[in-house]
């Protein structure tokens, strides 16, 4: 895989994942609101030498592209073709949280949230899967689509019910796209990390306007909760992008790839929760609903 399209990579995992790439030989069109601010995070990452202009020069594409445009989008894709003739791997990354209960966030703050989140991953979806089946045709390889989700699009966290919801919806895309493109050779996969050691949550976090006193039990326990967790969240993610690297280059990666030990206990957690539910109303909810000559 020798050229990858990444979206929000000037900082947290987005930043991390273009680095190693460059250091790796890779080709990167890496994307940002701000152009010169994620040249610039690059260049610091990589040290400003000799050797790194160089692999910047080549290997490097900084587009500034609004994901919410497919306009744009288009642009970013046809720019990257023009100057490294093909794409292998798309990691769409960008995204940020909207704290807050449901009921206090407002219907405006909702729907930015799921703009970002969910329906700019559309945009570049949609703009990107004729490139990818032309790279599969062509190149004969198997393209990758990385849509990097969360823990909490799998199992809901209250106080950041917003960002939950967005991740869930991103999910079901990330589904559907996987049963819908393996007949072109296209793979998808869903990445779900649980809490990791960048700046997420300091940069990317949302309070909603209206805050309501009923919540506020809810509010301290979130708050005191990210206290906590801030500065010593378990994820290391140098390591967390090394093994995205290594899962790109397998011809058949996961449909789904549950990221850091806190994501496996609670996706395990939910698991042992489903099942019981299923349980519980087995014999009256599954096979006694039928009709009498059901075949499915």
Same mark, same amino acid.
């Given at each position: ?6 979206? #929000? ?14 250091? #790796? ?28 202009? @160089?692999?910047? &020069? ?27 003739? +093909?794409? @292998? ?13 449901? @009921? ?10 799921? @703009? ?54 991103? &999910? ?63 994820? &290391? ?30 996706? +395990? ?28």
């Amino acid at each position: 895989m020798n050229t990858w399209f990444i979206t #929000g990579a000037s900082s947290g995992f987005g930043l991390e994942l273009t680095r190693l790439l460059l250091e #790796g030989g890779y080709q990167v069109a890496a994307t940002s609101r701000n152009k010169d601010r994620l040249t610039q995070e690059v260049t610091k990452t990589l040290g400003n030498n000799t050797k790194s202009k @160089e692999i910047l &020069d080549k290997k490097f594409l900084a587009l500034a592209v609004d994901l919410q445009s497919p306009v744009s989008v288009e642009k970013a894709f046809k720019d990257t073709v023009s100057k490294f003739k +093909s794409i @292998e791997v798309l990691v769409n990354n960008a995204g940020y949280a909207q704290n807050g209960a449901f @009921e206090e966030v407002s219907d405006k703050e909702m729907r930015a949230n799921l @703009e970002v989140n969910l329906f700019a991953v559309m945009n570049v979806c949609r703009v990107a899967i004729p490139y990818l089946r032309e790279t599969a045709k062509r190149l004969k390889v198997v393209p990758k689509i990385f849509n990097i989700s969360s823990i909490a699009g799998f199992a809901g966290l209250s106080g950041i019910g917003a960002y939950s919801i967005s991740k869930f919806a991103l &999910d079901g895309l990330t589904e559907t796209l996987g049963f819908e493109l393996r007949a072109f050779g296209i793979k998808v996969c869903s990445v779900r990390p649980g809490f990791f050691r960048t700046n997420f949550m300091n940069a990317s976090t949302l309070l909603p306007e209206k805050q309501l006193d009923i919540y506020e039990d809810l509010h301290q326990a979130f708050n005191a909760f990210m206290e906590n967790v801030k500065g010593n969240e378990p994820g &290391d993610p140098v390591k967390a992008m090394q093994l995205l690297i290594k899962v790109a280059q397998e011809n058949s990666p996961p449909l789904y790839l549950f990221l850091g030990s806190d994501s496996y206990d609670t996706a +395990s957690k939910k698991l042992n929760q489903i099942q019981k539910c299923l349980d519980r109303y087995k014999s009256e909810a599954a096979e006694a609903l039928n009709f009498p000559d059901s075949k499915l």
